[in-house]
């Protein structure tokens, strides 16, 4: 059972969007930026937002992040094959002095 | 470039021990706090241990501690992870990671992980 909690998979056609949550407590969410991390198969993850809404920069604008509160979001938009991926949330959980994951999320292209 | 190379994967027997290394290449080591995360074949990510840029806060993954020790060589810009007692469980892809946020001073917790290595495979079978 993950600390942050993340539904197992969405999906949606090309060009659609998808929404990704990411819910936690006081002390992770509530507490330090959320990050999150795509995961292609067979790839080792990479980082696709950091500091709750920030994207690096070869990370392209379809993605954006918001968080408010205990919660997190992901969206991407203007769906591509090439997003098909699993997709986790981190952050820096205070009251366990621990990095915490999202379960992961697979996201499925249609 | 930032390169993080992982290396001391293998089969092991239960109740074995394996030394992971993960030479870094390309950035300021001494300034960053380092990761270990693994991820079990078909599973999610998991965090497993972090080490800051002079060692001063170490922390482990829940139930981890005890049999696994991470290090550092600011010298030689490598981040070790001792596993002893291994048990089917420790089955994973082990990645070595670089926390985004470096300091002069250390930073007691992490922030966002902005580069992986490939990642190192352990296999302990049943």
């Known amino acids: 059972q993950s600390v942050l909690t993340q539904p197992p998979s969405v999906s949606a056609a090309p060009g659609q969007m998808v929404t990704i949550s990411c819910s936690g407590s006081?002390?992770?969410?509530?507490?330090?930026?959320v990050s999150w991390y795509q995961q292609v198969p067979g790839a080792a993850p990479q980082l696709l937002i950091y500091d709750d809404y920030k994207r690096p920069t070869a990370i392209p604008g379809r993605f954006s992040a918001s968080k408010s509160g205990t919660s997190a979001t992901l969206d991407i938009s203007g769906l591509q094959t090439g997003d098909e991926a699993d997709y986790f949330c981190g952050t820096w959980d205070d009251s366990l002095n621990s990095w915490v994951f999202g379960g992961g999320t697979r996201v499925t292209v249609l | 470039e930032v390169q993080l190379v992982e290396s001391g994967g293998g089969l092991v027997k239960p109740g074995g021990s394996l030394r992971l290394s993960c030479e870094t290449s390309?950035?300021?080591?001494?300034?960053?706090?380092m990761i270990w995360v693994r991820q079990a074949p078909g599973k999610g990510l998991e965090w497993v241990s972090s080490i800051s840029s002079k060692s001063g806060y170490i922390y482990y993954g829940e139930s981890l501690e005890g049999r696994f020790t991470i290090s550092r060589d600011n010298s030689k810009k490598s981040v070790y992870l001792q596993i002893n007692n291994l048990r089917v469980e420790d089955t994973a892809v082990y990645y070595c990671?670089?926390?985004?946020?470096?300091?002069?001073?250390?930073?007691?917790?992490?922030?966002?992980?902005?580069?992986w290595g490939q990642g190192t495979l352990v296999t302990v079978p049943s």
């Open positions: 990671v670089r926390d985004a946020r470096p300091g002069f001073l250390e930073w007691y917790r992490l922030f966002s992980f902005d580069y």
């Open positions: 390309g950035f300021i080591f001494s300034d960053y706090s």
């Open positions: 006081a002390s992770n969410i509530g507490y330090s930026s």
